[in-house]
T-cell receptor, first 114, second 112 residues
Framework: SQELEQSPQSLIVQEGKNLTINCTSS?????LYWYKQKYGEGLIFLMM?????EEKSHEKITAKLDEKKQQSSLHITASQPSHAGIYLC??????????????FGKGTLLTVNP | NAGVTQTPKFQVLKTGQSMTLQCAQD?????MYWYRQDPGMGLRLIYY???????DKGEVPNGYNVSRLNKREFSLRLESAAPSQTSVYFC???????????FGPGTRLTVL
């Protein structure tokens, strides 16, 4: 079963509108990453959240991690065409001993129409 | 700083051919990773190298081998390519295992 669920799978918004992407884990998260990917390119690191209730912002993008550390949301205010792309969340989980692994959700495809 | 670089960007192989995907990072990171990205499957870890001189299997290692040539370089080899290995391959690196990973631009591989 998929341990990390992203919703929605795809999203089309009009420029200037706000939007939210969600990432839900079936297990407690040790950390949660948000990346953005443009078609044909690599992943660009956006933000990393570790503490329950933590919130971080960068320009018009805000990411939050809930108190139980099982759900994160990514909110974009006043979207622009430059925000278009695939947004992926990545969960940090223990991998035995002192090791950790990063497991990704399937991504949310965002289209912003001018 | 170039960050993480990958070569080639595109490759087409015939079934049974072999090839090596190259990855290099200039951030003095200890850990490096190889992922594949497939539609509907997301990113899956193939192999990783926690530090120079060590490599370990990830989620989908079958059909692949890796070499951590030095601290900068981590290569992925397909000995006998299969159509199921058609995918986009990403290399990433992090300061230490568990730290933020920085990704290369990817290699788009098609196996006919």
């Amino acid at each position: 079963s998929q341990e990390l669920e992203q919703s929605p799978q795809s999203l089309i918004v009009q420029e200037g509108k706000n939007l939210t992407i969600n990432c839900t884990s079936s297990k407690t998260l040790y950390g949660l990453y948000w990346y953005k990917q443009k078609y044909g390119e690599g992943l660009i690191f956006l933000m990393m959240l570790q503490k329950g209730g933590e919130e971080k912002s960068h320009e018009k993008i805000t990411a939050k991690l809930d108190e139980k550390k099982q759900q994160s949301s990514l909110h974009i205010t006043a979207s622009q065409p430059s925000h278009a792309g695939i947004y992926l969340c990545g969960a940090v989980r223990p991998a035995g001993g002192s090791n950790y692994k990063l497991t990704f959700g399937k991504g949310t495809l965002l289209t912003v129409n001018p | 700083n170039a960050g993480v670089t990958q070569t080639p960007k595109f490759q087409v192989l015939k079934t049974g051919q072999s090839m090596t995907l190259q990855c290099a990072q200039d951030m003095n990171h200890n850990s490096m990773y190889w992922y594949r990205q497939d539609p509907g499957m997301g990113l899956r870890l193939i192999y990783y190298s926690a530090s120079e001189g060590t490599t370990d299997k990830g989620e989908v290692p079958n059909g692949y081998n890796v070499s951590r040539l030095n601290k900068r370089e981590f290569s992925l080899r397909l000995e006998s390519a299969a159509p199921s290995q058609t995918s986009v391959y990403f290399c990433a690196s992090s300061a230490q295992r568990g730290d933020t990973q920085y990704f290369g631009p990817g290699t788009r591989l098609t196996v006919l």
